[in-house]
């Protein structure tokens, strides 16, 4: 079963404060994204990796890291987080940038 | 930088009435077009890809593509209140390693 993973799926932080965000899939696509969805904005690129230890900055990649150890997993992190990353973040994966597969997504809201 | 725009931001059909998407880019060297659906609170999910001039079926979903226009359309056949959701269009600019998204269309099918 073809399936995208995110945890967690809601999280509340405080402004400083250290954020991980997680994905895994289960299909071994080489390629992993990391977009945030926000009313009037869409879907932006923060992302993305092209297998382990190779990722590449995306369009709004200020304020995030990520980190990819192992191709079925891709991390998000916020260092000290901030008011206006409160978002709902999408992790997908895909096969040499075909079709992407996107998890259920990570709300989070940083007060 | 390609930019994809889709219209109506909003559109209400009748249960069982066509519905029609529509999506343009601006880069004419784009090669690589996917619809994509998101039910409230959920992951995106794809729907019909389409790589060149012409239509492409599935299920009830058409892509309509005509890069001269730059225009990619998506139809949807007796669509049923659970296709309610919003629809993204996404465009991949040739030789380019991401897809470009849309900001969406809401739509709402009225029994």
């Known amino acids: 079963d073809m399936k995208v993973t995110q945890m967690p799926r809601y999280l509340i932080k405080r402004m400083g404060e250290n954020v991980l965000l997680e994905c895994g899939q289960d299909?071994?696509?080489?390629?992993m994204y990391w977009y945030r969805q926000d009313p009037g904005l869409g879907l932006q690129l923060i992302y993305i990796s092209y297998d382990v230890d190779s990722n590449s900055e995306g369009d709004i990649p200020k304020g995030y890291r990520v980190s990819r150890k192992k191709r079925e997993h891709f991390s998000l992190i916020l260092d000290s987080a901030k008011t206006n990353q409160t978002s709902v973040y999408f992790c997908?994966?895909?096969?040499?940038?075909?079709?992407?597969?996107f998890g259920e997504g990570s709300r989070l809201i940083v007060v | 930088q390609q930019k994809v725009q889709q219209s109506p931001e909003s559109l209400t059909v009748s249960e069982g009435a066509m519905a029609s998407l529509n999506c343009t880019f601006s880069?004419?060297?784009?090669?690589?077009f996917r619809w994509y659906r998101q039910h409230s609170g959920k992951g995106l999910e794809v729907l019909v890809s389409?790589?060149?001039?012409g239509e492409k079926e599935e299920g009830s979903f058409t892509a309509h593509l005509n890069r001269a226009s730059l225009h990619v359309f998506l139809h949807i056949r007796e669509p049923q209140p659970s296709d309610s959701a919003l629809y993204l269009c996404a465009v991949r600019a040739e030789g380019a390693d991401r897809l470009t998204f849309g900001k969406g269309t809401q739509l709402i099918i009225q029994p």
């Open positions: 997908a994966s895909s096969r040499s940038g075909n079709t992407l597969y």
């Open positions: 880069d004419r060297s784009s090669d690589n």
């Open positions: 299909m071994s696509h080489e390629t």
């Open positions: 389409i790589f060149s001039d």
